[in-house]
């Protein structure tokens, strides 16, 4: 029996949508098994610009280092996307949350499920049986490089050092023995001088690991291969910027963007979120898909500890989809669910 | 009637394989037309290294700027890739001919063959009709920028000057112009200076084309977007590390990499290459698909202004496919033809 403090980010546009059906699902899990779990708000992304100038007021971030995880909605707003000269964004406070807490790994699973192959834009037996697992480096990169202006142009440093890399490449050789054995390197080692480094440092890795094969892709061969045969994939391990473009591609073997969660771990506190972004155009209507953020509270029990408890909420969640109690994403208007609808019938399946 | 002389630079792998099948095709075209076509065949690559120790020689550079266009094959040998500690790499040669020559402007058109889409991975009704093109900025980008190691790591810059971004997108802006009227800029504003210079260069521009409606997507949710619903574009304009990615990714769209032609436009001479790469596990093999290479010629013949006998090569290469005069990617290796096959039939269709 437990007792958890989890500070929520739920951000911009769905953000607040999907927080809400994730944390009826935690409410429920807390009532069937006994855990406590408290949920402290915060501000963070074009909210918290709205209301203090700053995407990552220094009261968040506190709030993230004093509670036991992190739950993050999304953030974004496009009235800053199509501004070039705006100074203050909502993705720094994203980026600098990510870094302030050290969150190096960012994992994503993507699973082909089964009630949703006919859904996907993908031909059914490319797909039945997909099964991979991102591990995307998220503090590092081009993301933190130094950037800005010259006179007549603009620049973006992407550096990486052996440590950054090690660290995460430790956890997906894991991860990859505890599944199929199988990790994946995608880089662009045949022109960039950092995957040239995340070569070396996997290569040399590599012998500790002996149960674990590894296998190396260049990203452009990489993307390709995603839809041509998704099935090759077990551990995926790549660097920040391949990882954002190839993890969204890969959702198109979910079925949708809307089904897929994160978490991100480092050296302190963990976050979970879904990997989509704040869809503003859904802001308000009760249609956006709450299943990433719910599946995202599952991999938050299970950094608990909590393993019977998230296999429920999977499993909740596989009722859903099952019984179609899915919202407009997964099925036409007139036979979906709202958002709210979604949260409540998987809570209630825990 | 025309006389054109044109450097070859079949490069590694299969590069010769389907070099010399395009060259099939030009010269059956001269032979109808009567013009006449030279072929100066130079080191490039791999094998350029392996005679010279250059991927690059001089007397290579020298022979396509005294060329009207250059015809490329492909380079890349897997002894160079997993070796992070090689100093000489086929890839220097390709990057300094692009940078020599001043091809800034990488144009892949990718179209979903009728008689191709049940072989395509993604369902039919997502890809029938679907026709964009990339305009690929190839000069720039974090390809150029300055690398290196520092004692514990690596690092690459991108870099990119209001110059190098306009003149590619009044390329891609004119194009539009010619075809649905839709441009779309991928890049990642939210994260990188660099983009949103692109994005306020394309902003600035865009008053001069009217006619051109403008959309801007960051590159994940163009990652995924490609796959969902790929008829949505119409010119697609990037920058050189994102249209590498994305227009791979697109080639499932077709149905095969296979089939997928580019020409890069620039300061000096045109080059007609490929999408794919050199392909080695099939060297020597006459499996490789031709017809991007073939298709490359048909670019290049456009870009000579014989606009009847590009037309004549499409046409023969859309019969070969009708008739499933094919290669092994698109074929049962039962049903299938070789490389030279290919090439024979298309030679004799125009
Ligand atoms: C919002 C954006 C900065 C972010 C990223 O690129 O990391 C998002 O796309 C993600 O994948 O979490
Ligand atoms: C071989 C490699 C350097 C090249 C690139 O990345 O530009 C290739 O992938 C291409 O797309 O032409």
Redesign the interface.
């Known amino acids: 029996i437990l007792t958890k403090k989890i500070a929520v980010l739920a951000g911009d546009g769905i953000g607040p949508e999907v927080c809400q059906e994730a944390i009826k699902v935690l409410n429920a899990i807390g009532d069937r098994f006994g855990h406590t779990f408290t949920f402290d708000h915060q501000l963070m992304g074009a909210c918290a610009i709205d209301a203090t100038g700053d995407p990552l007021p220094e009261e968040t971030l506190q709030a993230c280092f004093e509670a036991d995880a992190v739950l993050l909605g999304a953030i ?1 707003d496009p009235k ?3 501004n ?2 705006a100074k203050v ?1 909502p ?1 720094q406070g994203l ?1 600098r949350l990510r870094k302030s807490l050290g969150l190096y790994a960012n994992i994503r699973p993507v699973t082909a499920y089964e009630m949703l192959i006919p859904h ?4 059914n037996d ?1 797909i039945a049986g997909a099964d991979m697992i991102f591990f995307r480096e998220l503090t590092g990169g ?2 933190f ?1 130094e ?4 006179e ?13 890399i090690s660290r995460i490449a430790h956890l997906a050789f894991k991860a990859a023995q505890n599944r199929r054995g199988k990790l994946t390197l995608v880089d ?7 995957s ?2 995340w ?2 440092v996997v ?1 040399e890795l590599s012998p500790s690991y002996p149960d674990v094969k590894v296998d ?1 892709l ?4 990489a ?2 291969q ?3 045969n998704p099935k090759q994939f077990d551990v995926i391990l790549t660097e920040n ?2 990882g ?6 890969a ?2 073997i979910a079925g949708s ?1 809307g089904l897929l969660p994160s978490s991100s771990v480092g050296d302190a506190v963990a976050l979970f979120e879904p990997i989509h ?1 704040s869809y503003p155009q859904a802001k308000g209507k009760n249609i956006a898909n709450p299943i990433a953020t719910i599946l995202s509270a599952a991999m938050m029990l299970e950094h608990f500890g909590l393993l019977q408890e998230a296999n429920l909420v999977r499993y909740a969640v596989e009722e859903a989809l099952d019984k179609k109690i899915v919202t407009q994403d997964l099925a036409s208007p007139i036979m979906s669910y709202s958002t709210e609808q979604v949260g409540t019938f998987v809570a209630s399946c825990v």
Do not use: H, W
């Open positions: 974004g800053y996307d199509n070039p000269a964004r993705e980026l996907s834009p993908l031909k490319r081009i993301y490089g950037k800005g202006r010259t007549d142009g603009a620049y973006d440093n992407c550096t990486y050092s052996r440590f950054e662009k080692a045949n022109v960039l001088e950092t040239r480094l070569r070396e290569q190396y260049f990203v452009d061969n993307a390709m995603l839809i041509l910027m391949f954002d473009i190839l993890s969204d591609e959702s198109v963007l972004g």
